[in-house]
């Protein structure tokens, strides 16, 4: 098979268990957005997602994300910043993301808002026990929200995670949806979940999951870093 169409074989695939895992749930699957993680993937991949419909492409390093989506800036698609972000690069990022699954702490929600950009934003929760990984910690939680309701260029969708390795996927989303309902409580219009992978969307969809961020499942083995 040629590159693209295993691409569109994988895509399609997952596409279908998308669909199984939204009926399961009496989801509906418009409930669902499928963001592509393309992390160290050329362009040219990218630009072939969106040939076979791809809308919502996910990248986690600023370095590596401004140039591929300077050089696809004619592909109608929506740029998502997945990965830990430093303050200081947040108004290159804003110039072509739209949508930050990974605010995690007050100074860089501070760095968003002054680049003026209208950005939506989820608050990256830590499920693990680690102070050291990315997410805020539960208990943070809710100031986190009420800064960022504090600034009128942001818009606050919702919670986002990883599930932490050696925990049951589903038993990781279900704590996160317990921090979703909390958050609803100071904004009731952030009612979106940004979770689920190549390993556990189904568990995710379960969940409630309204954003799934997929990369190897679509997109084959990750080449190495560049
Ligand atoms: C890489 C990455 C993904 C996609 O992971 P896969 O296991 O390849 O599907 C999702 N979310 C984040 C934050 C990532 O860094």
């Not at 050329?42 to 600023?62: C, F, K, Q, T, Y």
């Not at 808002?113 to 209208?118: G, S």
């Not at 208990?139 to 050696?166: D, F, I, K, N, Y």
């Not at 049951?168 to 100071?186: N, Y």
Request: with cysteine; glycine share 8%; hydrophobic share 40%.
């Amino acid at each position: 098979m040629a590159p693209d169409a295993q691409l569109a074989d994988r895509l399609a695939r997952v596409e279908s268990g998308i669909v199984d895992a939204c009926r399961a749930a009496g989801r509906d699957r418009s409930e669902v957005t499928l963001i592509v993680v393309t992390k160290f993937h050329p362009a040219d991949l990218i630009r072939d997602l969106a040939e076979l419909g791809v809308r919502d492409v996910g990248e986690n390093r600023h370095q590596d994300a401004a140039p591929k989506a300077a050089e696809l800036a004619d592909l109608p698609l929506t740029w998502h910043f997945v990965g830990q972000l430093q303050s200081n690069k947040a108004r290159a990022v804003a110039q072509y993301a739209r949508v930050i699954h990974s605010v995690d702490r007050p100074s860089l929600v501070t760095a968003l808002a002054r680049t003026d950009v209208p950005l939506d934003v989820f608050l990256e929760v830590n499920l693990t026990d680690d102070p050291g990984r990315g997410g805020v910690a539960p208990e943070q939680l809710l100031p986190l929200a009420e800064t960022v309701l504090e600034h009128p260029s942001l818009t606050l969708r919702g919670v986002m995670s990883v599930a932490p390795l050696g925990e049951e996927p589903r038993a990781a989303f279900a704590r996160l949806r317990g921090h979703a309902e909390r958050v609803r409580t100071v904004a009731p219009e952030a009612t979106q979940l940004s979770a689920g992978m190549s390993g556990d969307y189904a568990e995710a969809i379960a969940e409630g999951a309204t954003h799934l961020r997929i990369g190897t499942a679509i997109t084959g083995e990750r080449p190495p870093r560049p």
